[in-house]
C-alpha cells in the first residue's frame, strides 16, 4: 500500500514521467496502455498534460508505439469521454482538483498506481 498525506484537502501529484517507465517496461504483445486525464483537469498542464489537446481515437488507440499519437506513447491523455469504450490494459490516470480525501490520509493498492 502506497500512504499520501493530503495537506489542506488536496492530493499529491505524482511525476507521470516515473508512472511511464513501469508500464513502458512491463507492457507485452497486443496490450493497450494510455494516459487518461479527468475533462476538469485543467490544472495539469504545468505537468505537462493538456486535456484542450483533441486526440484522435482511431490513432490514439490503434497506432504503433513509436507513434507519437498512439495511446502507448504514453503522451496525450484522453478524457474519460475520449477513452469511454476503450479498453486499456495498463492506464495512468491523473485528476487535478476533483478528487478529494477525507481524515488526511488516501490509501491506494500500490499495484493499481504507479
Given at each position: 500500500?502506497?500512504?499520501?498525506?493530503?495537506?489542506?484537502?488536496?492530493?499529491p501529484?505524482?511525476?507521470?514521467?516515473?508512472?511511464?517507465?513501469?508500464?513502458?517496461?512491463q507492457?507485452?504483445?497486443?496490450?493497450?496502455a494510455?494516459?487518461?486525464?479527468?475533462s476538469?483537469?485543467?490544472r495539469?498542464?504545468?505537468?505537462?498534460?493538456?486535456i484542450?489537446?483533441?486526440?484522435?481515437?482511431?490513432?490514439w488507440?490503434?497506432?504503433?508505439?513509436?507513434?507519437?499519437?498512439?495511446?502507448?506513447?504514453?503522451?496525450?491523455?484522453a478524457t474519460?469521454f475520449?477513452?469511454?469504450g476503450l479498453?486499456?490494459?495498463?492506464t495512468?490516470?491523473?485528476?487535478a482538483?476533483?478528487?478529494?480525501?477525507?481524515?488526511?490520509?488516501?490509501?491506494?493498492?500500490?499495484?493499481?498506481?504507479?
Amino acid at each position: 500500500m502506497v500512504n499520501a498525506r493530503c495537506p489542506s484537502g488536496t492530493m499529491p501529484l505524482l511525476d507521470v514521467s516515473v508512472s511511464r517507465r513501469p508500464i513502458r517496461q512491463q507492457r507485452r504483445g497486443t496490450k493497450r496502455a494510455g494516459l487518461v486525464a479527468s475533462s476538469s483537469a485543467q490544472r495539469l498542464k504545468p505537468h505537462p498534460i493538456d486535456i484542450r489537446v483533441n486526440i484522435d481515437p482511431a490513432h490514439w488507440f490503434l497506432s504503433p508505439p513509436r507513434d507519437t499519437r498512439s495511446s502507448l506513447y504514453l503522451e496525450d491523455a484522453a478524457t474519460e469521454f475520449q477513452a469511454q469504450g476503450l479498453e486499456l490494459d495498463w492506464t495512468i490516470v491523473t485528476w487535478a482538483d476533483g478528487l478529494g480525501c477525507g481524515g488526511g490520509v488516501t490509501t491506494f493498492p500500490q499495484n493499481h498506481f504507479a
